[in-house]
Every structure is written in C-alpha cells, then in structure tokens.
C-alpha cells in the first residue's frame, strides 16, 4: 500500500497550471504529428503513387539503393559489439585510450570525414590509390570512393561502428559476469563461454542495435549526396532533397516517396520498441557491475594493435587529412611543386559570409540547447509526474521524430510554412531552424529527461510542496537541480546535433540564416573542397572542444568505465 | 454569530485544528482509507497507530493534499482543504510534514533547506535568515548551517526536516514515521528530544508510527488503526487499559490470552480453563456455558512456586524457558484436556526448572472478557 501511494504523484494543483500543461502536451503532439500527416495527406492525392513508382524508374532506385546501404547496420553492429566487448571485458593495454578515441569519433561530424576519404580513395588523385598503384603489378586505380562501396565503407568507419560501440557499451557493462563464470567453471574454455552464453544473452541488444542502425542509415544525407550524386547513384534521402529543389517543386512525389519510406521505419521502429522493452528484462536479470577484466596473454597486444588500427583509420587518418586538405592549393594534388598555401584559410576568415555562418551556427545550437533542455525537462515531468490527460499519448507520440528523416521532418515543415499564412513569419528565419531542432532532438531528450526524472524520490517534489512552493516552483528550484547533469549532457547532445546538421535544416535555411554545416555542404558541392576542409576542421574543432568541456562534466553518454 | 464576522479572525477558541470527517480512499479497488473521522484540538499530539498497509500514512497524505479522498472531508482550521470535489493543493494548507525519508533536497544547504518555506512564501531574506538561525538553535544543529545533507548523520538529517517543517509555524506538523530509520539508542533520545520540543512550543501534532512504545510515550490520543478502519481512538492509558477490540490489546502490548467457558452453577460466575476455573471481570454479564477467552497482560499474571490459598488462578507445568538477558519467559501448559500453553514473564532470581510445577495468579480485576 505505501508503495502504491508513493508512487502516486503530486495533483497539479492550479486549473492555470493543470491548463498550461494539457496546452504543452497538446503542441507536442501537434509538432510531432503534423509533420507525417503533412506527408501522408499529401501522398494521397490522385495519380500521385503511379507517377512516383511506376512511372519513375529513378524513384524506385533511390528505395532500392537506400536498403541496399542500409545494409551497414548488421556488419557495423557485430565490428561494434566485437569492439565494446573487447573494450570493456578485457585488461587491454591501452584501452582506456581507444575507449576515448571511439567516444571523440562518435561526435564528429560526417561531412568533413568524407573530405578525407575523398582525398585518399579519390580514383584519379586518392592517395591510397596512387601508393597502390606505383606497385608493380596494379596498373589502374583498385578504390573507388564514389560507388555503393565507398559510401557503405566511410558510413561504417566514420560512424556507424563507433555508434554501435557507444550503443552497447552499457548493455554488455550490466551483463552479471557470474553468467560468464559459471559457464567457466561448468568446464568451458573463453571462446565457447563467448559463443555459447554472452553472444546469446546479449542477442537481443545487438539486435536492438541493429535495428536502430537500420533507422538511422535510412536518414543519411551528406555521404550519399556528395559520394553518390557523381557516380548517379541516389537515395531516398537525394531523391527527396531534389524532387523539393526543382523548380518547380514536386512536392507530391516527394511525399509520396516519404510515406513509403514512413510506413518502412515505422514498422522497424514498432519492432524495436518491442524487442527493447524485452530487452530490459535481460538487463534486470543481471545485477550488473560485480565484473572482473579477463586476463589474457600476449594476444592482448594483438588486439590492442588491432583496435588502434581501428581509431587510427577512423578517427586519426581522416582528421589529419582532413587538415592537410584545408591546406593545399589544389584538394588531393600533394605532387604539384609546393602544394601547402594558407589562402583558403585567409580566404575563408576574411569572407563576412563565413562569420555570419558562424555566428547562426552559434545561435542555432546554444538556442537549440538550452530551449531543448527546457522543453524537454517539461515534457519529460509532464509525462512522469502529472496526472494529465493525453500524457500517455505525448510520451509515444514524443518518440515519433526519431524514426523520421531529418530530410522529411524539413520538407515538410517547410511545406507548411509555404501553405500557411500564420506561419510565414517563419519563412527562411533561424527561428524555424532552432524549433526543427528541438523537434529532431525530442526522442533522446525526453526519453534520457524522463530516466533522469525518475530517479528523483517523489518525497523531496512533495515535501517542497508541503512547505509552500506550488508545482512550478517546485520544477525549478528542487526538479531542474536535481538532474543538472542530464542538462548539461542534452545540451550537448543537442548543441553538437545542431551544429552538425544538414539535413533536417537544409530545406529551411534561407540567406539570412545560412549555418557553417550548410557552408560547408554548398562549398563541397560545388567543388570549393579546399574552404570546405577549412570549415570542417573548425567545426570540428568546435565539436571536439564542446565534447571534451562535457566529458569533464561527466557527459552521460559514454563509453567510459564507471569512477571505481 | 454575526453575519459580519470573518470566521477566519472570530474563530471559536474550541475549533479544533484538523477536522477529518468520512474519509475515504482506494487504490485500484482496494480501500485503503474507510470511513476515517477524527478531531484534532490545537496543542494536542494524536497518533495513527497501526500496522503497515493499515492505511495511517495514507491519511496523513490526504490531509497533507498529497492525494485526493475520495470521499469524505478534511477541514484544517475551519476551511475545508480537501473533499471528493475540493482540493487545496499542498502548498495552500499552511501544515508542515516530515517524511519518513526525511527528503531533504540533496543539492541545498542545512540553511536553504530550512529557509525554503520562507523562500516560497516570500519573505525577506533577512527574516529568513534570523528564522533558520532560530531553528538550528531548536534543533541543536549549530554550526552545521552550512553543511550539504550529505555530510549530516541520520539523526541530524532528521532534525534538519523537522527544522524546515517548524519553519514556518505551521497550524499543523504531520510526521511520518520520523524515528523509524534511526537506530535502538538514537531513536530514544529523539522521542525524548521531539517531546520537550513539542511541549515547548505548543505545536499541534499528528504522528504517524507503527511503533507502540512511540505512540504511549509520544500521544495525547491514540487512534488504533486496521485495514482503513479505526478500531479505538483514546489517551494512551485508555487504549492500553481497556482496549475496545482484541486487535487493539494485542497491537498496542503483549497479551496473554486463555480460552474457556462460563460456569454458571458457581457462587459466583467464573470462568472454567482447562480443568481449572478462575474470576475474571464482567463474567457475570454472559450466560452460562457461553465459550469465551480471557485475556490478561503478563504484567498483570505473577509465577508463584506455591498456590496463594485463597487467591484466584491456575496450575500448570513449565516446559520451557527462555533467557532474555534482561527478565526470563516462561512457557507454561495449563493443566486441562486442551493443553493451551501461554507465555508469562519471571523473575530472574527465582530461576524455576523446566518440567516444575507452577501456578499462574491473576488480577481478576484486570482480566478481559471477549466473547467467541
């Protein structure tokens, strides 16, 4: 009984407050529903879906090649739990550092990465195709980066393997190692404890992982764009960014296409919800924390030599490049006489529209943040704490961006913003970019909000309330200062997010709120690669520096071992 | 009374503080709180007490507005804060409450956390200060102002929540089970401590504990509480000396209890208990051959080696003894076909042997009758 009135949690006391909650409930249900019923709507007119796949042979490639991508998800999943097994199960030398390394390469941005890839599998000029070929007996060029190959090998080494790293990191952290043990002592050797009980138990995680993988490689955009676009290979992401920009628009087939792609994620996103809710239980089965680190022999310097290949081919290689690039008078040429100039940074700092860039940047991810973090805190109590109607609903309905294309979350807010007299204020405006931002982020947000949340004892907001403070004071001088670290690891969550994004912005941009991401993207595509190097190293710098503040603060997303 | 006067100013001096009349809650089909009404006079402590899931706590979350009846009213110096359709929010009630975990807020100081009901309410910084100075004196927390909750003990974090719900002088303290999570000799030294604090300052109480000894030493009045109900409200002595239903005698001490039947045949009415009889009180009151139980405190019933010739009680044998450092229990079989078997407390000094045998004297005058 006291436990089920402990768990009670506080009426909201005032009909204004009761009425201010039901109203963010309600536009948090509107923003995040608006934009598939922008899509769907849209879908159904007329001749829309004969013209879009019958018709259309490009818009049928543009599915076939974006599942054929997404195929990184299981092999990126298995290197990645291959990796955090390592990583965490055994005394490595050397660990905690590449632990770091894949943490860092979490966080960079894509495009950049891409820069270098460019620069060293490029078929006429990659240097690793040069070195390759002054060998004997090759004689034309083995790599090609702009192919299905290359796309599929810079999305796995830049991103989907230090995600998958990061991902299942904690999972395989809360495996009871008693499981491993008794599996010992019952007379198994390591590698058949490994086949026989942890890949097993920790099946579904993968899987889990794998799927999230899935998801999001079917909302990558600046990789297939710059890589693909050449070799004429489009996804659905490309396909979609070009229907929109021609002139005039086909938003119809756009939206088509889009509910296509919308009822693919949503049934992936529906399996994962599920495989991760019986996920938990594996989770609850195991205590957690009480392991020991395997001791192996000399093999552990094979493995750590072959984890530092790993951070060195995708974090050190491409970030040195990447440099290098913004060096050199001609990208990928280093065998003209004299290569190395500083013009592009000169030209690149003294050009207003770069400081301009810079400064929307700024604006967009420190408005993003700290807007975000607050309305993500609100939502999050809302759902945990209160007693309102609809709070439910809101809690699934706040998932919803997460299996939505950050191109079709844009397209179709952009959509409503032209259709819409009250909203074309919004027009073109960095306001529209800070809200789609905040929009975008709301899955992580509210959900690592709401963990946060419910780790508070109910006591501490109640005997507040008791000694006189009503439910909005309450919020801010005893909620909001209770999870302050979950604060700051969203706001950097969102902050880099922010800083980082193309594709969900791309739509909504206009003169006057260009960003350095949209910069960058401009200049790479129209084959300025030298400036874009440039405002790639200093994003990345940025995103590098923000990430490392965090960490000192105990970021919440991590790899790093917990404080023994 | 006059039309004119606001009943908030010309209030009756015999308003009680807390007046729960018809309670009642339940929690997924379950009644948790039934039909509760009780008064509380100003300068008064009363105690829930009862075992846990009696629902005591859940009724002192109602009165605090931490959850709605769902029938039933509860009115705090005269205004009604809380009714199937009113519901004053926690804040608006002007009681204050110390949970059973304490809460104090982790991330403040003593002082912020003594000064917070201030701070909600208002009032000026100066005043807060002198206020939270004046309660860390109360509460012997001085020099500790300036600590994190997390550098206090478990017997100093609970005087800081004290301290914060005394702050602001509150028409009402509500205290959960504040003593429960201290140890044996911590937890005494509180009880005494909160009774020299409450005769001090007047404060009316209403005191939440599981615990007996808490609630005799503590209470002005008892409420005895069981499954949502209240069996028996009375001082200590009351509740304690005539208890109003076998629950009550058996919650609020130990209980020797004997099953028999009324004799009738005999000069005067006694009760027969195995192949003896005894008197015990109100037995005149039942017919003859009615089947009842007899129940005595083991204070009350003395271990004699000798029967007192003309004295009222039962023979028996010991079978077991058990030592309890400070006094002795006996286990003892009362002779008769039904072997029932009681427990009497002994003197250490006259150390009886097992299989010895004995006979129990009862006070008939303080026996009980409880019809089966």
């Known amino acids: 009984m006291a436990a089920v009135s402990a768990a009670t949690p506080v009426s909201m006391g005032p009909r204004v407050q009761a009425a201010l909650g039901i109203t963010t409930l309600a536009l948090v249900a509107l923003v995040t529903l608006a934009p598939v019923l922008v899509v769907v709507f849209g879908a159904l007119e007329g001749d829309v879906w004969r013209e879009t796949f019958i018709a259309s042979a490009a818009n049928r490639s543009a599915i076939g090649y974006s599942l054929l991508l997404a195929l990184r998800a299981p092999i990126a999943a298995l290197i990645g739990f291959l990796i955090a097994w390592l990583l965490i199960r055994i005394e490595l030398p050397g660990g905690r550092f590449i632990e770091f390394a894949m943490w860092v390469t979490f966080f960079i941005p894509l495009l950049p990465v891409t820069l270098s890839w460019i620069l060293l599998l490029n078929p006429h000029y990659g240097l690793v195709n040069k070195a390759l070929m002054s060998l004997p007996f090759i004689h034309a060029p083995p790599f090609d980066i702009y192919s299905v190959g290359g796309i599929l090998w810079v999305h796995i080494v830049a991103s989907s393997v230090p995600v998958m790293v990061v991902i299942l990191g904690p999972a395989i952290r809360q495996l009871d190692a008693s499981f491993e043990e008794v599996g010992r002592i019952c007379g198994s050797g390591p590698l058949a404890v490994f086949r026989q009980i942890t890949l097993p138990i920790l099946a579904p995680a993968i899987l889990t992982g794998t799927l999230a993988g899935f998801i999001k490689s079917l909302e990558a955009f600046e990789v297939e764009q710059l890589l693909g676009r050449p070799a004429g290979i489009f996804v659905y992401s490309t396909r979609i960014y070009d229907l929109a920009s021609w002139e005039p628009p086909n938003f119809k087939s756009a939206m088509a296409l889009s509910t296509f792609m919308l009822l693919v994620l949503l049934l992936i996103a529906l399996a994962y919800q599920r495989l991760s809710r019986r996920n938990d239980y594996a989770t609850i089965l195991g205590r957690g924390a009480s392991f020991r680190q395997l001791r192996v022999g000399p093999t552990r310097w094979l493995i750590s030599a072959a984890l530092l290949l790993v951070v060195a081919i995708s974090l050190i290689c491409p970030l040195f490049m990447l440099v290098c690039g913004s060096f050199m008078k001609l990208f990928g040429f280093f065998s003209i006489p004299e290569p190395y100039t500083l013009d592009h940074w000169h030209e690149v700092l003294a050009d207003p529209t770069f400081l301009h860039s810079l400064t929307n940047s700024l604006v967009l991810s420190v408005g993003a943040g700290i807007a975000g973090v607050l309305v993500y805190a609100i939502v999050a109590y809302l759902i945990v704490r209160s007693r309102l109607p609809g709070r439910g609903v809101v809690d699934l309905l706040a998932w919803l961006p997460w299996s939505i294309p950050g191109i079709l979350l844009g397209m179709s807010v952009l959509w409503l913003i032209l259709a819409s007299p009250l909203l074309s204020f919004l027009y073109g405006s960095l306001a529209s970019l800070v809200l789609i931002m905040i929009v975008a982020q709301m899955p992580i947000g509210v959900h690592m909000m709401k963990t946060s949340i419910r780790q508070i004892a109910v006591e501490l907001e109640q005997s507040s309330r008791v000694c006189g403070a009503g439910p909005t004071r309450t919020f801010f001088s005893i909620v909001l200062p209770l999870i302050r670290p979950m604060l700051v690891s969203i706001f950097v969550i969102v902050f880099i997010s922010a800083l980082r994004d193309i594709s969900t912005i791309i739509f909504l941009a206009g003169a006057g709120s260009q960003t350095l991401s949209l910069l960058m993207m401009q200049l790479a595509t129209s084959s300025n690669l030298e400036a874009s190097a440039v405002i790639g190293v200093i994003t990345t710098a940025i995103v590098v520096a923000v990430a490392l503040l965090a960490r000192s603060f105990g970021l919440q997303v991590t790899v790093q071992r917990p404080s023994r | ?372």
């Not at chain 2, 929540?161 to 003593?179: V, W």
Request: charged share 25%; with cysteine; net charge neutral.
């Open chain 2, 1 to 372: 009374m006059p039309a004119l006067t606001d009943a908030s100013v010309a209030r009756p001096p015999d308003e009680p503080v807390l007046r729960v009349r018809g309670l009642t809650k339940s929690f997924g089909g379950m009644r948790v709180v039934n039909d509760m009404s009780f008064e509380l006079p100003v300068g008064e402590v009363l105690t829930l007490l009862g075992p846990s899931g009696c629902g005591k706590s859940t009724t002192l979350r109602l009165i605090a507005g931490l959850e709605q009846p769902d029938a039933g009213e509860v009115w705090v110096r005269g205004r009604l804060v809380a009714s199937d359709k009113v519901m004053v929010p926690p804040e608006g009630r002007r009681v204050g409450l110390v949970f059973q975990s304490y809460a104090i807020w982790p991330h403040m100081t003593v002082a912020e956390n003594i000064g917070y009901p201030l701070k909600a309410r208002r009032i000026d910084r100066d005043t807060i200060a002198a206020k939270v100075a004046e309660m860390v004196r109360l509460v012997k927390l001085d020099g500790l102002a300036g600590r994190m909750p997390s550098e206090l003990s478990g017997g100093q974090q609970q005087r800081v929540a004290l301290a914060r719900a005394l702050a602001y002088e509150p028409d009402l303290l509500l205290l959960d089970e504040p003593l429960s999570n201290l140890d044996a000799v911590l937890r005494k030294e509180m009880r005494a401590q909160l009774r020299t604090l409450q005769s001090r300052l007047k404060t009316t109480v209403l005191y939440v504990t599981h615990d007996q000894e808490e609630a005799m030493s503590l209470s002005s009045r008892v409420v005895v509480m069981n499954h949502g109900v209240i069996e028996q409200i009375g001082p200590p002595d009351q509740i304690y000396e005539q208890p109003a239903t076998r629950f009550v005698e058996d919650f609020v001490g130990r209980t020797i209890r004997l099953r028999g039947v009324v004799e009738g045949d005999a000069p005067r009415p006694r009760v027969r208990i195995g192949s003896g009889a005894i008197e015990a009180a109100g037995s005149e009151t039942l017919r003859p051959g009615a089947a009842v139980e007899v129940s005595m405190r083991p204070e009350d019933v003395t271990v004699q080696t000798t029967p007192d010739p003309d004295g009222n009680g039962l023979a028996g044998c010991i079978i077991d003894v058990t030592y309890y450092g400070d006094r002795l229990e006996y286990a003892i079989r009362i002779d008769g076909p039904d072997e029932q078997v009681v427990t009497v407390e002994g003197e250490k000094r006259r150390s009886v042997l097992p299989g010895s045998r004995i006979h129990l004297g009862i006070d008939a005058a303080r026996t009980k009758l409880w019809p089966l």
